[in-house]
Structure formats: structure tokens, C-alpha cells
């Protein structure tokens, strides 16, 4: 019997996976190896819609019995169709280890942009569930191919299974609606003494490549510290003085006015963030500040695929890759600090005081700032776009 643990504990096991957060296509098109007589050739080819791999590239055989896939998945890559049957082709192909490794590997080596969902895109994706229930019908985890694991799991009892890795899979159903069930001891053997991941017929769930998502890669990934041309940005080291200079003078500051922030960048006032949107020198360097336009094409982007909790990163200590890590900003005459897991950035265009700020503790959503009093003296970070 299959020993399916909880999404809880699966999170403490993948724990120290690499770290790259990527979202879904369900659809696209790759190019895959085909065998033609005695040769082969690259084929470009849709997937289908639910965003799983589909086709039987080179080196991978197509299995019609339960007795030769018993007898070959051990020994070759193998596909299958649903109850071997081709008459369920709708449903999409499932696939043994030995393809799915040779799949990924033919993806990477490829100039395709897809890639064969990852450890940590699938710790994604399970964070995404946690926090929004709407990412089943997102990301069409909702289409039931139905799987093999020694007996069919059946696809209309609403069951779909996937590899995550080569000890690890992960299936959904029906009565589970967006609580994925991990397993992640496919490694052990059968009653018939043969490796149990050696036999199973999964799915395989593809994604595109981190560059082409929601056009991360054009963001600034480190800290600011900008002082605008010829720092005319006032650096302020203590509140009265930030009460003192904020309404008139564009100002900055570390959080809470202490340098053991200097890590994290500085804080700004609204004087010094209009300065920094309309500053030459920083565009010459080939950077512009980020406005609400760009926020909210990232954040719709990611949400549309189900991905945008991976933009926190607040649980660890090593902010890697595209991540609104805790920081701090200044309203109301207080401090939030990286310890309230709390973000807040500018986000004004066009005249128009606005900020977002976003809560560790509720990643599905952010929450907009306008209309400050100048007696809050409100200060907050902000982000860079790369335009060169």
C-alpha cells in the first residue's frame, strides 16, 4: 500500500531543493525527436491543453498490455496510454521513470523553452494550492488522466499522478480538490521484488523556462541605495530630521534610521521617489523605477498562473531569485521591520500617492496604500526595472 504523506511533511522533505520559482503553461509547443524508418527528426508539435507532455519521442516505446509494461518498464523507457487502451488517447500519455528521465534531459538539451516541472516548481505550485484553491482550475490539475501503481488508479474516480522526481510522486482526486497527496517512498520494492518507481505509468507536467515567465528577469534583483544625480537625495539619520525635511525635500533613510539595515536599502520619501522615476543619470545606467503598471503586470501574471506566492520568499533565510523579501517602511509615525514579514514599496504614477504592501502572513493578496497625511510622514522602498 502506498505510503502517501501529507503536503506539511513533503514541504520539511524538499525543504533544501534549488531554488527557482517558475509558473505553468498549459499550452505551448515543443519540439521532440520522432522516429522516421531508420532516422529521426525534429518534429514541432502542440501539447495538450491540461499542460502535461504528450507525445512519444525518440527511444520511447509505446506499451498496449499490462504484461509487457511489467515485463519492459523495468528495463527501457515506456509510455502507455490509460488502461493501456488507446482508445482513452484523449487522455493524454503516461510514462515510466527511464522516459521521464529522458525527457527532461531531451527538454534541456533542446533550445525549447519548456522543461519538465522541477522539485522546487512543484513546491511552488503546492504553495500556490495552499494559499488559493483556484490554482487546481488554473493550472488544469483538475484533468483526471488516471495513473498505474501496481493497479489503475482510475480516471474517472478522478485520480491524475504525477513524477516529481525518481523517488517521489504526487497525485490529485476528486475528493481532494487542490490537497495534492506526496509520496515520496516510490523507491521501495513491490511484493514481486522489483522497484515499485520502476513500474509506475505517470504523468508528466511540463512548464516554460524562467526568462520567458512574467518578465522577472527585467527586474533589479538587489538591494537600493540610490541617492539620485549628485546624491541630491537628503540621507537622514534620525526621525526629527525626517520629520523636519520630509514635506519639502526629498529624503532617504535606513529602517528605523539604523545602519544595522544598511543590508536590506534604503527607505524613501515621496519627494525622493518622484526624483528617482524622472531621473536621467539613472537611466543612462540603464535602470528606471518600478510604477504600478509594472507591479501589477507581474502580480496579474503570476496570478493568472497560479504562481504568485512564490514571489514571497519569507520563510528562509537566503533570498535567492525573484522574491519581495521582508523589508521594513515607515507610516503613521512607525516602523514595520523585517521581523512583521511585511514589504512595502512605492508605486505612484502620474502625480498619484500610492503604495503596496504585502504580508507574509496572507501571500494570496496585496494591500494599497493612497491618500497619506503628510503628518505620517509615510516612507518606502522601491524597485528597479533593467531597460538595457
Given amino acids: 500500500m502506498k505510503n502517501k504523506i501529507s503536503f506539511l511533511l513533503f514541504m520539511f522533505v524538499i525543504h533544501a531543493f534549488a531554488n527557482h520559482a517558475n509558473g505553468l503553461y498549459p499550452e505551448s509547443k515543443i519540439s521532440v525527436f520522432k ?14 491543453s491540461n499542460g502535461n507532455y504528450n507525445e512519444i519521442p525518440y527511444g520511447v516505446e509505446l506499451i498496449t498490455s499490462e504484461e509487457d509494461w511489467l515485463l519492459f518498464s523495468p528495463q527501457k523507457a515506456c509510455c502507455c496510454y ?8 484523449n487522455l493524454g500519455l503516461l510514462y515510466n521513470l ?12 533542446q533550445s ?6 522541477s522539485d522546487e516548481q512543484w513546491k511552488n505550485i503546492f504553495n500556490d494550492l495552499k494559499y488559493n484553491r483556484k490554482t487546481v482550475n488554473q493550472l488544469n490539475l483538475n484533468v483526471y488522466t488516471g495513473y498505474y501503481d501496481e493497479v489503475w488508479y482510475k480516471s474517472e474516480e478522478m485520480f491524475s499522478g504525477y513524477w516529481v522526481n525518481d523517488h517521489t510522486l504526487v497525485s490529485f482526486s476528486g475528493d481532494n480538490l487542490g490537497d495534492p497527496m506526496v509520496d515520496d517512498f516510490i523507491d521501495t520494492e513491490t511484493s514481486n521484488g522489483v522497484l515499485r518507481n520502476s513500474i509506475l505509468a505517470l504523468s508528466i507536467r511540463l512548464t516554460e523556462s524562467k526568462t520567458n515567465q512574467c518578465n522577472e528577469s527585467k527586474w533589479f534583483n538587489d538591494i537600493v541605495n540610490e541617492r539620485g544625480s549628485r546624491n541630491v537625495i537628503k540621507f537622514i539619520t534620525k526621525s526629527s530630521d ?3 525635511y520630509y514635506k519639502e525635500t526629498p529624503c532617504c533613510c535606513y529602517i528605523n534610521f539604523d545602519p544595522m539595515y544598511e543590508d536590506l536599502g534604503l527607505v524613501y520619501n515621496l519627494k525622493a521617489y518622484e526624483l528617482l522615476k524622472a531621473d536621467g543619470e539613472l537611466k543612462q545606467r540603464g535602470f528606471r523605477v518600478a510604477t504600478e503598471k509594472d507591479w501589477m503586470a507581474l502580480i496579474n501574471c503570476n496570478k493568472t498562473k497560479g504562481t504568485f506566492s512564490s514571489l514571497f520568499n ?13 523589508n521594513g517602511y515607515y507610516e503613521s509615525n512607525s516602523w514595520k521591520f523585517p521581523t512583521d514579514l511585511t514589504i512595502g514599496y512605492w508605486v505612484g504614477e502620474d502625480g498619484e500617492i500610492k503604495a503596496y504592501t504585502f ?11 493612497e491618500n497619506f497625511s503628510y503628518n505620517s510622514y509615510p516612507g518606502f522602498m522601491i524597485r528597479l526595472i533593467i531597460i538595457n
Avoid at 490509460?82 to 488517447?89: A, L, N
Avoid at 527511464?98 to 538539451?109: D, H, R, V, Y
Fill in 242 to 244: 525626517w520629520e523636519k
Fill in 82 to 89: 490509460y488502461m493501456f487502451d488507446e482508445k482513452y488517447k
Fill in 359 to 369: 504580508s507574509c502572513h496572507n501571500k494570496a493578496d496585496i494591500q494599497l496604500k
Fill in 314 to 326: 519569507c520563510d528562509e533565510t537566503n533570498y535567492a531569485g525573484f522574491n519581495l523579501h521582508p
Fill in 35 to 48: 522516429e522516421q524508418g531508420n532516422s529521426s527528426s525534429s518534429v514541432t508539435i502542440a501539447l495538450n
Fill in 112 to 117: 525549447s523553452d519548456e522543461r519538465v516541472c
Fill in 98 to 109: 527511464k522516459a521521464f528521465e529522458k525527457i527532461k534531459n531531451t527538454l534541456i538539451n
